[in-house]
Every structure is written in structure tokens, then in C-alpha cells.
């Protein structure tokens, strides 16, 4: 059991070596001090004044807030390093933030109710974090987008270098305009939700995955290209966007899922490429104007029906799509099965589908050799097609 005099000694080193928000502002910024090592870390007003008692009252920081690099307390000076933890929460009235190149940390929830915050600048020998076009990234130990003000406007070029655009990143923010550089590979959920003034986009083409509600309730966009770099459009990533009228999707798109463009009441043609084989349930439910549809893909599409994500519900004209012969050359073109195997040959830059007696199918993917041998699974009835080349064979494993 440890003593009345280590009790007391053990309380006096943690009050002399930290200090509590509450008790240390210098020249209107809250800070906590760490006196064993000299730094210091930007913090909330805390006890009577605490934002989660009354943050819609007494702004925490107002307008124009420049942190120094070095604070002096009671006569001694702080190197300022970061942030605490919801640092500048409650903050409702704060317009623009400079950081110095000594801050290298942030703690959880420092932007939190920050809503009319623009504007970033952090000074360029900062080693781990700077903006770009607005936007604040972290390039230590990798380089990714760490944060987006939430009162950001205007165009924005995200930084070619970062690969993924984290979920949520650009939700209800003003941003009229986004290019998303050749770097990114994946747009993940909800990263332009509701963004209500965004009018054009520009995706890489090496963006593989669109994720769920990335671009919903876009109410401002009114049309977008997919490049063929994508692969998957996830459950509603354009939903609710009630004026996007045109959407091209490129050869390379293999799965619509589930409600993708559902609600996009003025969407009026939609091509289907040969490389998409799924389209989920309800992807274009209620797309009351979707009217033509011209389909390059081995999908039964057919007016009036529910099947393939109701594309062609409202549909009154449905154009099929084939390759020509000119870009298929079928005269030499040849498949056979052997135990395991499908055997394709003069098939180079063609495009390869092989579809099961149920109509899945069980391979897609361009040929680029000349001849190509694709292992089965399962013994049975299997149809192969090349642009207009087509071939039943059966697999015995």
C-alpha cells in the first residue's frame, strides 16, 4: 500500500507536468503543456466553458486562427506540436486555420461542428502534412487525404499521388467541381454524398471501384462518364440525383449493383457495353425517363421488364449491339474442350465471354495472346461467345 507522501508526490508530478486546458490560454488559445519535454498542444476550453455543454453557445475559435510555432508560458517556451483531441470542436464560427511546420499531430474529432471553415495553410517545412487546391493531406509515413474543410467551394483537383479517396472525405461540402487524378484507384462510400453544388467530374482512369452512395444526392450533376478502368459501380453510388440526365458507362464495366442509379428521374438513354454481365436488383429503379436503351452486352434486356436492375422498365426502344465482323474475324477463330479446359485459339484482343446452362457467366476478360486455355471447375454445358462467334461445349472434369 503506497504512503500519504507518495500519494502527494505522485499528484504533484502529474499536475506539474500537465497542465489542464481549462487553467492555460495565451493570447486566446487554449493549450496543454507538457513541462518534461517543453511542447505544447493546441486544445478546447475545458470545465464550466466545455463545448459539450454549450457548443452552440460561445464560439470555442472565431474567424482567423494562426497557431505559433512556439508559445511562452510563465516564462518558460513550448514547442507547439499538435492538437488534442476535439481541439477546435464547437468552432462553428472559425473561417480559416494556419498551421506551422512544427505541428506533425492531430488527434481524433479537431474539426468537429468546424462548418465554416474554408481555408487551410500549413507552412511548407511542415514534414507531414500540406494542402493542396484547399485540400489538407498527410504525406508521412503515406501519403493520403487526411482532410477536406467542410466549407470548401469552388473547383478542386485532388493530388495525383494519393490512391484512395476515403469514405466520406468530400460529404456536404460546396465544391462545384472535382478531378480525380490517374493515381486513384478506389472512390470509397459516400465520399461526395450530398455534395449539392457539384456540377462536373472528371474520374481517373485507373479507378477501379466506385463505392456505395459515393455521388448521391448530387442534386447539382448532370452527367458523368465511367472510364473503363471501373469495374464495379456500387449499391446507390449515383442514386437520388434527380437532374443527371447522362451517364456513359465504357467498355470494362462488369457489375451494376443493387439501386446505382435508382431515382434519377431525368436519365433518358443509357448504353449497355459487352463487358457488363450483372446488373443487381432495382440499380435503375425509378428512373421514370429512361426511355432507350442499346445494349452491347449478352443480357436479355427486354421492355417492360423487372429483371436486370428494371433497366428497361420504362424503356420503348431497345437497340441490340454486336460486334462486327470486321472486329471479330470468326473465319479463323476456333474453341474446343479438353478435361478441365476450354481451348480458345486466334483469339488475340478479342473479347472472351463463357457463359453456364443457367446464363452466368463464368468467364469475361480480353484475350491477350493468341491462343488461351481457361480452366473450368465443374463438368457441363458451357457456351462460349466472341463478339459474333459462338460455340457450345461441354467440360468433363
Known sequence: MKSKKTITFLLFILFTTKILASDTAVDGIYYNFDKSNSTAKVTYKGAEDDWMYDYTGEEQYTGNLVIPSHVTFEGKEYTVVGFDDEALIGSKLLETLTIPATVTSFGNYVFT?????????????NPIFFTHSGVMYRKSPSLELFFVPRAIKGNIEIYNGI?????????????????????????????FNNCT????VTIGNNVTNIGKEAFS????????EIPSSVKTIEASAFSSNSYLSKVKLNEGLETIKPYAFSYCYSLSSIYLPSTLNLI??????????????TNASDLNIEIGSTTNGYVA????????????LEKTNTDNLNAFSTRENIVISNAKDQYINIYNVLGECVYSQACATNSIQIPISKTGIYIVKIGLFSKKLIVRN
Do not use: M
Open 113 to 125: 461542428y468546424c462548418n465554416s471553415l474554408h481555408t487551410i495553410i500549413i507552412d511548407q517545412n
Open 163 to 191: 490512391t484512395t479517396i476515403p469514405s466520406s472525405a468530400f460529404q456536404y461540402t460546396k465544391i462545384s467541381g472535382v478531378t480525380i487524378p490517374t493515381s486513384v484507384s478506389l472512390i470509397k462510400d459516400g465520399a
Open 197 to 200: 453544388q457539384l456540377q462536373n
Open 217 to 224: 444526392q448530387c442534386s447539382s450533376l448532370r452527367e458523368i
Open 280 to 293: 443487381e436488383d432495382k440499380a435503375f429503379w425509378e428512373c421514370t425517363s429512361l426511355k432507350k436503351i
Open 313 to 324: 422498365y420504362y424503356a420503348t426502344e431497345i437497340i441490340e449491339q454486336t460486334l462486327s
